[in-house]
């Protein structure tokens, strides 16, 4: 059921036609009123940074030189407390991401607003599709790259301080983004795009500055340049019960492998049915045989 799009008179996010157009489809510019607020003042991340390091899984940073290109798994190591690292955030090269900003109060709230101000502005109820949401809070040295990426979330991406290009490509474009890219990505590799310098004209880039955002689409492949001052962002991030035909994709993954040419998803509804259908039975049979292995 659409939702009214008073909900968002006066909101964080402003009214922005693209919402009820291309949303969830195509990535597009938007404008929201965080520029600025004391929520995201240093002390108030520098707590906040401390409280995410209590559990290992609400933090991540890195530290040093990256290319577009590399994998996530090679990235520079960083065994600075995130206390110091901060202190060093000039010069660090860091990429911090503190991935649930949302277990304090006051960024579950904002959390809350955005999500209905997104569904308001977008025309649609979510609340039923939506799987998980989180609130990510990005603070990123002077200049450092985020490396070429896809990922299963929905995202709008708000501007805090600082400046930033986000360079996002089209999810249906098969020369960036091929099928096989795809089907690795969600069967068992979260790292699976691979950059494709030559095609970087293809990108759209939307300049950020604060006060402005960008929605990037699930799967929709994109990489980020910082400007040359730190950069304070906020990710209003949720993922999908069924994203994208996840399970089609999986499902594909296995067919490739097994070297047959599996048709892409969206072709024909019935035989994506299928295909989900048996991914879905061929893993309740793996996990059950492990269980029973487990359990001898
Ligand atoms: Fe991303």
Redesign the pocket.
Known sequence: MPISPAASANGVILENEFFSRNFDREPFAFEHNLAGHPLFDPEHLLRLARQMSADPRDIYYDAGDVRIDQRWDQTPVCDLPIDELLQRIETAGAWVVLRRAEKHPDFAALLDACMDEIQALSGRDMRASIKLRNAIVFINSPNRI?TY?I?REC?CLLQIRGTKKVSVFDRDDRDVLPDAEVERFWAVDNNSAVYKPHLENRARVFELTPGRGVH?PVNAP?WVQNGPEVSVSLSINFHYHDALLADVYRANYWLRRLGLRPAPPRRSPLRDAVKSALYRSARAVHTTARRLVASR
Do not use: E, F, G, T
Request: glycine content about 0%; overall charge negative; proline content about 0%.
């Open positions: 985020s990426h990922d995202n990037v994109h």
